[in-house]
Nanobody
């Protein structure tokens, strides 16, 4: 049974940084492209960053230049390094391969002074 577990969120001031982790069990993560998504209160879930099986990446315009997605296949984990955080980055962050796997609980990121 595939399980995704996001972690690393928290409360951070504007301009701060966080590193999110997405750990997978029950699946060989390296076989799949992985996307980080986020959902802010009252808004639809949106994609944030994408990494292919070969390490190619792509970012939503709103986070380009501030966020970096990476993967460690040995640890079956995908990361999202978030720098220069803004209040509008506040959301619950999720990872998945499209919607292929059951959604994890997500991790809350709150950017506020």
């Amino acid at each position: 049974q595939v399980q995704l577990a996001e972690s690393g969120g928290g409360l951070v001031q504007p301009g701060g940084s966080l590193r999110l982790s997405c750990a997978a069990s029950g699946v060989m993560f390296n076989l799949y492209a992985i996307t980080w998504y986020r959902q802010a209160p009252g808004k639809q879930r949106e994609w944030v960053a994408f990494i292919s099986t070969t390490g190619s990446t792509n970012y939503a315009d709103s986070v380009k230049g501030r966020f970096t997605i990476s993967r460690d296949n040995a640890k079956n984990t995908v990361y999202l390094q978030m720098n220069s955080l803004k209040p509008e980055d506040t959301a619950v962050y999720y990872c998945n391969s499209g919607s292929r796997f059951p959604w994890g609980p997500g991790t809350q990121v709150t950017v506020s002074s």
